[in-house]
């Protein structure tokens, strides 16, 4: 079975702290994502990248950045976390053109 | 970009009834997903079909990719399939997934 594994279920931070997501997959797979979710907006892409040490904008990157140097591992970085990135923070990875599958999701209160 | 619509928005159903639930999009894609969220946020596979028609036991779900929609057909409801069910679709390779709203399911004993 395909594991993506996110390496914290809650977390809370503070307003201007510097915030590490981790995301780790054991398939191989070439392509990882960073998606948000927030009631009433529904997921939302932030990053994804297609190899090693390349990424691409999703739909709402501002306030974020992304790291991809080993295949298996992509992290979401806020550098400077604000209230408004309290959220649901979702990670996937698939092969090209194929199925992605999800982390069980870290949820992130910036107090 | 490609617009993902579901319906409906929400459902309330008795156990042992049959639901279907559908998604339509704005443009062609070559990934369409559908997934089941279940209670603590995590995001389960139901079916990779950009095209065609598929089937697992209890759900079935099929794609028309010329007519730009697909449906989810979920038979003899059980408590447990309780939950919001999303629609997501790309329209490339290495392109993340657009989501629809969701549709939010709840089986009443």
């Known amino acids: 079975d395909v594991k993506v594994t996110q390496s914290s279920r809650y977390l809370v931070k503070r307003t201007g702290e510097k915030v590490f997501l981790e995301c780790v997959q054991d398939m191989d797979h070439e392509n990882m994502f960073w998606y948000r979710q927030d009631p009433g907006l529904g997921l939302r892409l932030i990053y994804f990248?297609?190899?090693?040490?390349?990424?691409e904008k999703g739909d709402i990157p501002e306030g974020y950045s992304v790291s991809r140097e080993k295949k298996e591992r992509f992290s979401l970085i806020l550098e400077s976390a604000s209230t408004n990135q309290t959220s649901m923070y979702l990670c996937?990875?698939?092969?090209?053109?194929?199925?992605?599958?999800f982390g069980a999701g870290t949820r992130l209160s910036v107090l | 970009g490609i617009q993902v619509e579901q319906s409906p928005p929400d459902l309330i159903l008795q156990e042992g009834a049959n639901s279907t639930l559908r998604c339509n999009f704005s443009d062609s894609v070559n990934n369409l997903q559908w997934f089941h969220q279940n209670p603590w946020g995590q995001l389960i596979n139901l079916f990779y079909?950009?095209?065609g028609t598929k089937q697992n036991g209890r759900l079935s779900a099929t794609t028309v990719a010329t007519e730009r929609y697909s449906l989810l057909y979920i038979s003899s409801s059980q408590t447990t399939d309780s939950g919001v069910y999303f629609c997501?679709?790309?329209?490339?390779?290495?392109?993340?997934?657009?989501f629809g709203k969701g549709t939010h399911l709840i089986i009443q004993p």
């Open positions: 990248s297609y190899d090693v040490k390349m990424k």
């Open positions: 996937a990875s698939s092969l090209v053109g194929s199925t992605q599958y």
């Open positions: 079909i950009p095209s």
């Open positions: 997501a679709v790309s329209g490339g390779g290495a392109d993340g997934l657009t």
